[in-house]
């Protein structure tokens, strides 16, 4: 079965770096769109970015643009999210999604794969 699964999270101070990691299995990760969305306590699921087959193309949340950079590598099969000048509001569990489309999704409901989460935790 499908298995998206997220590594890299942790405590940084504001200001800070983190990378998560997202390794993929029992999928043809090449033919699937990659993203990252986030979920603070008491708050929706938010899209993040998005990125297309090869890596060519790639979507973020005006949150985030600038800060955060999505990239992928297939013979991995996984997708990263470089995370940089890390804010207090940037605390949440982050998921990996993954869905089987030629087009980039920034909503949930386009997704088809989600890994279990990874806590990202930034201090003041």
């Known amino acids: 079965q499908v298995q998206l699964v997220e590594s890299g999270g942790g405590l940084v101070q504001a200001g800070g770096s983190l990378r998560l990691s997202c390794a993929a299995s029992?999928?043809?990760?090449?033919?699937?769109?990659m993203g990252w969305f986030r979920q603070a306590p008491g708050k929706e699921r938010e899209f993040l970015a998005s990125?297309?087959?090869?890596?060519?193309?790639?979507y973020y949340a005006d949150s985030v643009k600038g800060r955060f950079t999505i990239s992928r590598d297939n013979a991995k099969n996984t997708v990263y999210l470089q995370m940089n000048s890390l804010k207090p509001e940037d605390t949440a569990v982050y998921y990996c999604?993954?869905?089987?489309?030629?087009?980039?999704?920034?909503?949930?409901?386009?997704?088809?794969?989600w890994g279990q989460g990874a806590q990202v935790t930034v201090s003041s």
């Open positions: 999604a993954a869905a089987r489309s030629r087009y980039l999704f920034t909503t949930a409901t386009d997704t088809g794969y």
């Open positions: 029992g999928l043809t990760f090449s033919s699937h769109v």
């Open positions: 990125i297309s087959w090869l890596g060519s193309q790639t």
